[in-house]
């Protein structure tokens, strides 16, 4: 005998119901929302419990109205919510690859995302030598980040441009005082997949990233070793190669059908 649902679980059922409206299926898709009566009629339900459950849901922020159309569309909870979930899966995916690539390497690896124009990162992978520099939770301008190549892989050069003169440091003995040589490093990512590039901000001269892409194909983050030991160019390129293949195991791990076959 089938239980019948309880009287809680039959009204969050009905307010999925709502936010999968809102969420827009196909021709049911509106930039502008949608307002009570349409739902109601989508859903079958009456005009007053939809209101109802409009109102609750956007107290909790989970769906917002416009107080000149009067359309409800979805609340910065829901994308806040899958924000989180992106991430969550993102560092649970990420992080076997990276323990992986810190055995093969003994450097320590970071894996790093884009906020506005800050490079956070999420998780730190040290290895076996003594000393740490441990990142976890600190923002540092995209700039000046290792890994900050690899995250402005994908962005119009003119948006590069504008970002590099706005924030670019003068007077400095590194690759952050020269345009031409940050540019060079983030053609070099991509035609190649990866960078070698100068840390600004550690003990390490130098460090290799490359971008890990979603299943949309968009960069999500960026994987960056820091290279403590002397080492030749032909031995950070082939680095970078072994960075590059890690990162494509990342990409198709989040589903991103292209990343096997990537050269």
């Not at 290895?127 to 402005?152: K, Q």
């Not at 035609?191 to 968009?218: F, Q």
């Amino acid at each position: 005998m089938t239980e019948k649902p309880s009287v809680s679980s039959a009204g969050l059922r009905r307010d999925l119901e709502i936010l999968e409206i809102l969420a827009g299926h196909g021709n049911d898709q509106d930039a502008e929302g949608f307002g009570v009566t349409w739902i109601a009629q989508r859903l079958g339900r009456e005009k007053s419990q939809v209101s109802r459950a409009l109102r609750a849901l956007e107290n909790e922020g989970m769906v917002e109205r416009d107080p000149l159309t009067r359309r409800y569309h979805l609340g910065w909870r829901v994308f806040a919510l899958a924000a989180r979930t992106q991430q969550s899966r993102l560092v649970q995916v990420a992080g076997r690859f990276l323990r992986g690539l810190v055995t093969t390497l003994d450097e320590d690896a970071y894996l790093c995302v884009l906020r506005g124009d800050q490079a956070l990162t999420l998780v730190t992978i040290p290895s076996s030598r003594a000393y740490h520099r441990i990142w976890e939770g600190v923002s540092i301008p995209v700039i000046m980040s290792a890994a900050g190549r690899s995250l402005l892989a994908d962005w119009e050069q003119d948006q590069v441009m504008e970002l590099l003169r706005a924030r670019l440091p003068s007077g400095l003995d590194s690759a952050i005082s020269s345009e031409e040589r940050w540019l060079s490093d983030l053609n070099h990512v991509r035609s190649h997949g990866y960078v070698v590039t100068e840390v600004e901000l550690e003990d390490s001269p130098v460090a290799v990233s490359a971008p890990i892409r979603d299943h949309r194909g968009l960069i999500a983050a960026a994987v960056s070793v820091n290279c403590t030991r002397v080492a030749e160019p032909a031995r950070l390129h082939e680095m970078g190669r072994l960075v590059a293949g890690v990162v494509r195991e990342i990409s198709y791990a989040l589903g991103h059908q292209g990343a096997k076959l990537l050269v």
